[in-house]
């Protein structure tokens, strides 16, 4: 007894006239016929050229390239690194993200921003230690050394990967404690400013550059908001 399911012919019992490996399948043209089990991985594919319209094939996932759009729904990922881990894109049906989660995101080429805004929000914190702070940040929280009530800034460090050519604004980080950013004249990367600036006020803020290649960080800017 048999009964009919799709493509498929479902033995209640094996008649053995035509199974002979585990794992085959009946397919079916004018006779019921085997469809031998495919290699390890294979996946089970319709191919109108074969005689029985079926065959087992290995899946290489997209065609590279691709010959029509690939849409991604709103909120969907495209993940990338060993369990999609490490980065991503989607758009959330308002904005669109592209996230490193891991590493840095860089760019190995020219880019250009044509429309509307460029914001960067990100904020650090660093301590003076030996008259100095290293940059990870467009924008650093500066604190004296030992919670000091005074302390120069003679060298900030933004020649770490990803750092070197940044712009990048020096803040208090407690207004109860003054940071002497220092016109220096030795050492590297030294401030090439207009004179010394004490950061005194929660609103004081100094900007530099750290032109790429250059061990200087040269003043753009200054506001002293004390009043």
């Not at 479902?10 to 008649?15: C, F, I, N, V």
């Not at 429309?115 to 008259?131: G, L, M």
């Not at 900030?156 to 940071?179: I, P, Q, Y």
């Not at 609103?203 to 061990?215: H, K, Q, V």
């Amino acid at each position: 007894m048999s009964r009919i399911l799709g493509f498929f012919s479902e033995k209640t019992t094996d008649t053995g006239t035509d199974l002979t490996t585990k794992g085959d399948i009946h397919g079916y043209s004018n006779t019921n016929t085997r469809v031998p089990i495919g290699s390890n991985d294979q996946i089970l594919t319709a191919d109108s050229s074969e005689a029985l319209g079926l065959k087992w094939a290995t899946s290489s996932g997209l065609s590279s390239p691709l010959t029509s759009n690939l849409v991604y729904n709103d909120n969907v990922l495209a993940a990338f690194g060993t369990g999609g881990g490490d980065s991503y894109i989607k758009h959330d049906g308002s904005n669109f993200y592209f996230k490193a989660i891991t590493g840095m995101a860089k760019f190995q080429s020219s880019l250009g921003m044509e429309v509307t805004h460029c914001f960067t929000f990100n904020q650090s914190s660093a301590t003076i230690s030996s008259d100095t702070i290293t940059g990870t940040d467009n924008v650093m929280q500066v604190d004296t050394e030992g919670s000091a009530s005074t302390d120069d800034l003679d060298h900030a460090n933004f020649d770490g990967a990803g750092e070197t050519g940044s712009w990048f604004h020096l803040v208090a980080k407690n207004a109860a404690r003054t940071v002497v950013v220092k016109d220096t004249e030795s050492g590297s990367p030294q401030f090439l400013m207009a004179g010394d600036f004490s950061l005194d006020h929660a609103e004081d803020t100094i900007t530099f550059s750290a032109i790429n290649g250059l061990s200087h960080n040269y003043e753009l800017s200054r506001s002293d908001n004390n009043s």
